[in-house]
């Protein structure tokens, strides 16, 4: 750094401040950066849960929405969302003593035959900065795997991936066995992967096509903002 440029000093930022700053430095991907102001936070009384939706999940909605519009890719997503697991990794145990309120619960992998995941790390990486909690099954998941952690995490939605067009049937598979055993309506299914679009999605039974991490985030909130309103109706 220069030395016509002053340095910011975190400490001497107020709340509003610091906040903003989060904002910025998770932006850029400056991981002790967040972690200094997490803890700066907390320090100064802010409740884990408060510092996790006004700090890194408005921080990583802005970095959503440049994503999205092509200002930011996807390296420097993947340099973001690492500084926002950084926070989170400070906030997650105190986050689970106070019982803070979660977005939703979220199973990901991709299915069987397929080893891509950069498209599907990144939904995981993006999933979390809006505040989910995410399973993430890593690559060449049978059906079983997808079932069993759906019971097993208590999830609300099953996200699958596939990059191969040989691969992408298997999707419809997956479906069908939850349909079979009747827990088809149970859960939101989102697909998405390079060759997919919204035709594929309808035809093999999906709720919706992702076509990128920042979509999937959006329809992820979209639909459990859906099941909250039915559920207090």
């Given amino acids: 750094m220069s030395d016509d440029q002053d340095e910011i000093i975190l400490a001497e930022l107020d709340d509003e401040e610091l906040t903003l700053q989060m904002h910025d430095d998770l932006y850029d991907g400056l991981k002790e950066e967040i972690e200094e102001s997490v803890h700066i936070l907390l320090g100064r009384g ?24 092509g200002i930011l890719f996807v390296p420097e997503v993947l340099l973001a969302a690492n500084a926002m697991k950084a926070g989170m990794f400070i906030l997650k145990p105190l986050l689970a003593e106070t019982g803070a309120p979660r977005m939703g619960r979220m199973v990901i992998g991709t299915v069987k035959g397929d080893i891509h995941d950069i498209g599907k790390n990144l939904v995981t990486m993006m999933m979390e900065g809006a505040g989910f909690e995410v399973k993430d099954l890593g690559i060449n998941n049978p059906v079983d795997n997808y079932l069993e952690a759906l019971v097993a995490e208590d999830a609300d939605i099953l996200g699958m991936s596939a990059l191969l067009t040989t691969t992408m049937p298997y999707m419809k598979v997956v479906i069908d066995t939850m349909i079979e055993k009747g827990m088809r309506d149970d859960y939101v299914v989102m697909v998405g992967g390079a060759p997919l679009n919204e035709e594929f999605a309808k035809a093999v039974g999906a709720d919706a096509y992702c076509r990128d991490a920042a979509v999937a985030v959006e329809t992820a909130k979209a639909f459990m903002l859906k099941k909250h309103n039915s559920v207090s109706a």
């Fill in 46 to 69: 802010w409740m884990p849960y408060e510092v996790l939706t006004k700090a890194l999940v408005e921080g990583m909605r802005i970095v959503g929405i440049d994503f999205r519009d």
